[in-house]
């Protein structure tokens, strides 16, 4: 008895000690890979924290981009806005310019019509006046214009006109 129960004893305790035997190793392969899932959490941590870093500093770059757009749009507008008000002070000026050389062209052409009716009537009558020859004593140097009886002097002005 008391040998059958210490032969079942002994069974009993090698099949704990096989039992604990392989717990043991069951423990181990599940602490290793514990440990190899928490290297590959570390890891991922890793990876996970520098894509945050990454996305943050794209995220700042893109607010800094989406501000200097903003900026350039605003200063194409406001370029645009001075090219057109430079434009239109242009046209306002050119337009002024046109108005007043059409109105002094007006004025000038009554005047200038005067002043030719009576400069017209100087000449001829100059014309008339003006009968000296080639040879005359006011006539020093023989011109082109002494063959058609005109001296350089007479050629150049007659009584304040100018031909």
């Avoid at 062209?105 to 030719?116: F, L, N, P, R, V």
């Avoid at 014309?127 to 020859?133: G, I, M, Q, S, Y």
């Amino acid at each position: 008895m008391h040998q059958d129960e210490l032969g079942r004893i002994s069974e009993d305790l090698e099949d704990e000690l096989g039992a604990r035997t392989s717990m043991d190793k069951k423990l181990a392969e599940l602490r290793a890979e514990m440990e190899r899932l928490q290297v590959e959490n570390a890891a991922e941590w890793g990876r996970r924290e520098r894509l945050e870093t990454d996305k943050l500093a794209l995220e700042r770059d893109n607010k800094k981009l989406r501000a200097q757009a903003e900026d350039l749009e605003e200063q194409l507008a406001k370029r645009r806005r001075q090219a057109a008000s430079a434009l239109d002070t242009d046209l306002k000026a050119i337009q002024s310019e046109l108005f007043e050389r059409n109105k002094r062209s007006e004025g000038d052409y009554g005047e200038e019509e005067s002043i030719q009716r009576g400069e017209n009537g100087k000449y001829r009558k100059n014309k008339e006046n003006v009968t000296a020859p080639a040879t005359s004593p006011s006539c020093t140097q023989p011109s082109p214009q002494s063959q058609l009886g005109f001296c350089s002097a007479s050629r150049s002005q007659v009584d304040g006109v100018v031909f």
